[in-house]
């Protein structure tokens, strides 16, 4: 016990260095490389992901990693990275990997030339399942919350997401689900297996605990979330710092 | 009394007045530098000059002049203050507001207020406000951030004959705020209900601790106008974007136990329902009524509402049977068609109050030419005085005149009920949510 109360001193500690080294900055935001390793040291599951600096090393990275691979710019200027073509997915060989980072690169230029470029991230693909959306939120009024919905590209569109109060304890993380429409997507839908609620509840429980702890972080994104019969990964998570 | 008038018609005026007629039994003591007397209160220069004790100051100066009068009530030994003026935060001067809260925590007192209309207490008979002298003690406390409505409300919950056990204008909550009042309502013994109309929180957090203690023992009921703000950054985040201005207070609402009203109609509605019925033990609803059509549409609303009707066992059929015209529905609604007299009426209900696996029961009646809504209501009185164990029932008697006077009359006999049945649904939706929230909290 006391080794795990250390532990989680610990890891708060650690994601104070990142989130105040990036206000010391002057960034609204963290790269996603910090906000993943933030994530994952609060137990939630990301897919492997590595930054290459330049195409050489991407090339090396790649051929580690192995096929498909995404591709994503890796930028404090850009923040909705699929908007301006920062975002390759299904990289299937090295060529490919070759000419998706030059291709990435020209894109960002191309929509703001200032941009400061760190490099390219690339991760495996995870198998296609549903997806879902995490986040956290500090509101105004009533402190850090917990969303959660269905994710993807349609998030605002359908909307259909539920919130609470942070910090969650388990039975409200599992009531979340079953606040939103696609809940029925979660207990099996047409024929579908039924996925793994216990491990939404634990990316809750712990996006909730991010924001009770990290009083400078002001949202968090986890979209897509991806879930699975057995587990979920965390695709891309975003952290809005103030 | 600071700042009391001897003109009618100034605020000043006013609360001395209102205090007076009220029927307030302890002393008033209203502070005016002219000398003489207002009202027959013999009045004096300052707070100061008065000997004996003081429990309450009611502020009426111009915004200027209370820290210094607020200043001489902590000196003279005055806990509590209510600060009726208004040309502070709201009028664009926070420092006054400061400054005033300042004075008061220095000297270790509560204010209410300041730009308030006052408050009324049932229980010490204390009409210690602006708004109408005359008010029906009730058993809801209804604490409001805004002021007119608060003043219209007032008048019209003695006029419906809904009553209060306290009427709280809070005005710019500069330090008793509505979380404060909710833990002065859960004590006190008068007040079976809190309904809130608020229009933001300055502390959210600690309104959410305080309401899902007292939930537990009273229903809160709030209306919330407005929307939330919100930081900047958060908008360019999924999860700002989607939070929308109310979903986080809908949040904190359900997870705290709060009913929340969309509008001044459905908070009173349940209000009735919650004031005169028990909660239910569980969700089986039977809905009785003497027309098919709007036994369809009843149907059609507590479906989307989320209230389930129940499936009638077969032992209970056969018993209506006996009692019902041949050619009704025993199905759920129990149609008794539109010759169903106050006879039967008072019958169905009987049978289903005796019976355990029947949670609730709403009643629909829709005026006839040959039966008359007085009766039914006068059966329908007679079945719960009746009943060996109460259970949640909401009615409506829908009609002219004729029905109109039978739902009054069911109102003033604590009966809950409606001109429509949409709010009769409505009155009973409230009893279900407020007994899942309770299941729920257990």
Redesign the interface.
């Known amino acids: 016990m006391i080794i795990l109360r250390a532990q989680s001193k610990d890891r708060t500690y650690r994601a104070s260095m990142i989130i105040e080294r990036a206000i010391r900055e002057g960034r609204g935001s963290l790269l996603e490389i910090e906000a993943e390793k933030i994530a994952g040291s609060f137990g939630i599951k990301t897919e492997a992901s590595r930054l290459a600096k330049s195409e050489t090393e991407a090339i090396t990275i790649a051929k580690k990693i192995g096929f498909p691979l995404v591709m994503k710019i890796v930028s404090p200027d850009v923040i909705h990275k699929s908007d301006v073509g920062g975002v390759i997915p299904g990289v299937q060989n090295l060529k490919e990997a070759r000419t998706s980072y030059r291709q990435i690169l020209a894109n960002v230029m191309r929509s703001n030339q200032k941009a400061r470029i760190i490099g390219v991230l690339l991760q495996r693909m995870a198998p296609k399942t549903f997806e879902f959306v995490a986040g956290g939120l500090r509101d105004s009024q009533f402190g850090p919350t917990v969303m959660f919905g269905l994710g993807g590209i349609y998030v605002e569109l359908f909307r259909d997401v539920t919130f609470r109060l942070a910090p969650l304890k388990k039975s409200q993380a599992l009531a979340m689900l079953e606040d939103v429409k696609s809940s029925k997507i979660i207990s099996g839908f047409r024929g579908s297996e039924p996925l793994d609620r216990n491990s939404i509840a634990e990316v809750l429980i712990a996006v909730g605990d991010m924001m009770t702890k990290l009083k400078h972080i002001e949202s968090i994104d986890i979209n897509p979330l991806l879930v699975y019969p057995k587990g979920s990964i965390a695709v891309d998570v975003r952290i809005m710092i103030q | 009394v600071i700042g009391a008038s001897r003109k009618p018609g100034k605020i000043g005026y006013e609360i001395v007045r209102n205090i007076k007629i009220g029927g307030f039994a302890g002393k008033i003591i209203p502070i005016n530098p002219h000398g003489g007397t207002i009202l027959g209160f013999q009045t004096y220069p300052s707070v100061k000059s008065f000997e004996g004790e003081i429990d309450l100051a009611v502020i009426v100066l111009p915004a200027e002049l209370t820290i210094e009068a607020a200043k001489d009530c902590g000196e003279k030994g005055v806990r509590a203050c209510i600060v009726i003026s208004s040309g502070f935060s709201e009028a664009g001067h926070p420092e006054l507001e400061e400054r005033l809260i300042e004075t008061v925590k220095s000297q270790s007192m509560r204010l209410i207020g300041p730009n308030t209309f006052g408050i009324y207490f049932a229980d010490n008979q204390m009409n210690a406000t602006f708004g109408p002298s005359h008010v029906l003690p009730g058993r809801t406390a209804f604490i409001s951030q805004s002021g007119a409505l608060g003043l219209a409300l007032m008048d019209w919950t003695t006029e419906e004959k809904y009553g209060v056990s306290s009427i709280v204008s809070i005005g710019n909550k500069a330090d008793v705020d509505d979380a404060d009042l909710l833990e002065f309502f859960e004590q006190d013994v008068s007040t079976q209900l809190i309904l809130v109309y608020m229009e933001?929180?300055?502390?959210?957090?600690k309104f959410?601790n305080v309401s899902r203690r007292v939930s537990k023992k009273k229903p809160i009921i709030v209306i919330k106008a407005g929307t939330?703000?919100?930081?900047a950054?958060?908008a360019?985040?999924?999860?700002?974007?989607?939070?929308?201005a109310d979903?986080?207070?809908?949040?904190?609402f359900e997870?705290a136990g709060i009913l929340r009203a969309k509008s001044m109609t459905q908070a009173f509605d349940w209000i009735q329902a919650l004031n005169e019925n028990p909660v239910p033990d569980g969700e089986g609803i039977v809905v009785v009524t003497n027309g098919g059509g709007i036994g369809v549409l009843t149907t059609d609303y507590c479906e989307t509402l989320g209230l389930k009707l129940m499936d009638l066992p077969q032992e209970l059929k056969a018993e209506l049977a006996k009692i019902a015209p041949s050619f009704g529905s025993l199905k759920n609604p129990i149609d008794l068609t539109a010759n169903a007299d106050d006879v039967i009426y008072g019958s169905v209900i009987r049978k289903l109050l005796a019976r355990n696996d029947v949670d609730a029961i709403i009643i629909l009646f829709c005026q006839t030419a040959n039966i008359d809504p007085m009766l039914v209501a006068h059966a329908l009185l007679e079945a719960k005085k009746n009943a060996q164990a109460p259970k949640p029932m909401t009615a409506a008697l829908i009609g002219g005149h004729l029905a109109e006077q039978g739902y009054s009359r069911l109102l003033e006999k604590k009966f809950a009920a409606y001109p429509t049945s949409e709010r009769a649904v409505d009155g009973m939706f409230a009893l279900i949510t407020r007994s899942r929230q309770l299941a729920k909290s257990r």
Do not use: I, P, Q
Request: glycine content about 18%; cysteine-free.
């Open positions: 933001g929180l300055k502390n959210g957090r959410y939330s703000k919100r930081g950054v958060a360019s985040s999924h999860t700002g974007s989607v939070a929308g979903s986080v207070f809908n949040a904190a997870e």
